[in-house]
């Protein structure tokens, strides 16, 4: 997978995350796939070979957790 750079995060976050209930960037969250909490807009995207963009944990490519296995910290 290659790492896309986004310019502007606030906005790509807007258009791209998959659920309701959108976080800040400043938001804490807990990856389960590395547990370790993690900042929102640390994320990082990265493309798979058939063109996906996955929202990533900050810790990737060591990580492999996207969006969808970060948890509120409550
Ligand atoms: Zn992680």
């Known amino acids: 997978m290659k790492e896309i750079i986004i310019k502007d995060k606030r906005k790509y976050l807007t ?9 800040k960037l400043t938001d804490k969250k ?3 796939h590395c547990n370790e909490i993690i900042t929102v ?3 990082k ?3 798979t ?5 996955l929202i990533c944990c900050p810790n990737a ?3 492999d957790g996207t969006v969808i ?3 509120r910290l409550d």
């Open 49 to 53: 070979e058939d063109g996906e963009k």
């Open 61 to 63: 490519p060591e990580c």
């Open 41 to 43: 807009g640390d994320y």
């Open 69 to 71: 296995d970060w948890f």
């Open 30 to 32: 807990l990856c389960i």
């Open 45 to 47: 995207v990265y493309q």
């Open 15 to 23: 258009r791209n995350y998959p659920f309701e209930d959108l976080p």
